[in-house]
């Protein structure tokens, strides 16, 4: 069972990027994902999740509007658009399958991705 993300980089304020976290061993169908973000010296915090079906999902107050969650569960992945990036979205990001439902305690989720680190320049 794991959970891959990637996608990560350097970008420039004002910039993009668009990050994927790819499941294998078990089908992203059964789980809700999320991503959670850890600035350095900050605790890890949740960005967004999204629902089973897709028809629903959440955001942090300090990305909506900014980013955007959805998944393919033909493809086992699930994907988080990021625009208009900002330097305090500079973290490693992770993604997290839950069984259950959303939710912001992480203890609460089953798998975890590594974290793909993304930088966003001034």
């Known amino acids: 069972v794991q959970l891959q993300a990637s996608g990560g980089g350097l970008v420039q304020a004002g910039g993009s990027l668009s990050l994927s976290c790819a499941a294998s061993?078990?089908?992203?169908?059964?789980?809700?994902i999320a991503w959670f973000r850890q600035a350095p010296g900050k605790e890890r915090e949740g960005v967004s999740c999204?629902?089973?079906?897709?028809?629903?999902?959440y955001y942090a107050d300090s990305v909506k509007g900014r980013f955007a969650i959805s998944r393919d569960n033909a493809k086992n992945t699930v994907y988080l658009q990021m625009n208009s990036l900002k330097p305090e979205d500079t973290a490693v990001y992770y993604c997290?399958?839950?069984?259950?439902?959303?939710?912001?305690?992480?203890?609460?989720?089953?798998?975890w991705g590594q974290g793909t680190q993304v930088t966003v320049s001034s």
């Open positions: 997290a399958a839950d069984s259950v439902g959303c939710s912001a305690i992480e203890e609460l989720y089953d798998f």
């Open positions: 999204i629902r089973r079906s897709g028809a629903s999902a």
């Open positions: 061993g078990f089908t992203t169908d059964d789980y809700v």
